[in-house]
């Protein structure tokens, strides 16, 4: 298979999967296809933030609520399709409560999108201190 650089969703979402495939089979092998494949979603995953703004000031909320708009989904479909309360979204959005490991987790599966996007330092509203989400 000749592997090009991700150039939409579907693409992305093929590559994610056979990733998943080879991962999972752990051969030497398939080392090589591997790592190419992490390059290129890596890439695309930094080409679709930088689309959305500077990721490097753009807070996990901030990208966390750009994706929502993007999308076109609101909190409480978003809260039903990562399988947690909506009011866990609303006090994240609104800068009352961390993102925790599994929320990192939960979002970056859900958005097809590197941990690490959401992993960020930030201020909370309520106790102006900085949080580390991951």
Known sequence: MEFKRIKNIKQYTEYCNLLE????????KDQDKIEL?????EDYDKRTIEE???PKRMSPVELLVSLMEVNNISKSE????????RQLITEIVNYKRNISKRMVMKL??????????FSREYDLKKTKGKVNAA
């Open 108 to 117: 970056s599966k859900r958005f097809r999108m590197r941990p690490e996007a």
């Open 52 to 54: 959305l703004g500077n």
């Open 21 to 28: 495939k080879l991962a999972y089979k752990e051969l030497k």
């Open 37 to 41: 494949l992490l390059v290129l979603i």
């Open 78 to 85: 978003l809260a039903r399709q990562i399988e947690v309360s």
